[in-house]
């Protein structure tokens, strides 16, 4: 059995190395940089960050699962995400923008999978919030897929009004996808189960609520057609 202490040794080296890291990029060594964002990931999953962020979320794990102890898969995960939060950063600086979307968008994917199986908030500190990844891939749309899934965090955490935000985006990009508006209908039959006091918290107001849940039943025509 992997012993507690042998796993907060591996998180005491994840957070050495992003601190490294961190301080390359903001006295802008980009090419010192990548290579040590590089290196941590060949250690991690045998392939440079922007050759991870092609792979599929499964591909991904599989590669940080093998010949590994399952206790450690939780930490490394997480410390593949940070590095390719910091990945997308250094191209986002060096000006290759496609390419840090890429990666950005990766490393959203993983966060989201991992925060649907495990409690956000309990996740170490040196883990990026979907809060900031969303941040930095703003400026073009998402794909469906991806606000799906961030439409369920958000759900999932008690943001209410920025998960109906993103269906009201969803519904937008899938205008004749009757499966969106089935989406939709499950979506406000959940929260106006819960309580008034709960739904302001979520900065969505039942009167709010009811009014998103009127205007999304006013597209089923444009749906149906």
Not at 12 to 23: G, H, S, V
Not at 55 to 67: F, G, H, P, Q, Y
Request: negative net charge.
């Amino acid at each position: 059995m992997i012993r507690r202490d042998y796993i907060l040794q591996m998180i005491e080296e994840c957070i050495q190395a992003l601190t490294q890291i961190r301080l390359l990029r903001q006295s802008g060594r980009w090419e010192e940089a990548r290579q040590a964002v590089d290196a941590q990931c060949e250690k991690l999953a045998t392939a440079e960050a922007r050759n991870l962020a092609q792979l599929s979320e499964t591909e991904l794990l599989a590669r940080l699962v093998t010949d590994q102890p399952t206790q450690t898969v939780r930490t490394r995960l997480f410390l593949l995400i940070s590095l390719l939060q910091e990945a997308g950063e250094i191209a986002t600086a060096e000006g290759r923008v496609s390419e840090a979307r890429e990666i950005h968008l990766k490393a959203l994917h993983l966060l989201l999978d991992a925060s649907a199986q495990d409690d956000a908030n309990g996740q170490p500190a040196f883990v990026p919030r979907a809060e900031s990844l969303v941040l930095s891939l703003a400026g073009a749309p998402m794909p469906v897929r991806t606000q799906v899934l961030l439409m369920r965090h958000y759900e999932s955490t008690g943001q209410w009004a920025k998960a109906e935000d993103t269906l009201f985006s969803i519904l937008d990009a899938t205008p004749k996808d009757s499966a969106s508006l089935e989406f939709g209908r499950a979506f406000y039959e959940r929260i106006l189960r819960q309580n008034d006091a709960t739904l302001m918290a979520g900065n969505l107001p039942r009167a709010e609520a009811e009014e998103g849940q009127r205007e999304l039943e006013g597209r089923a025509p444009t749906f149906a057609s």
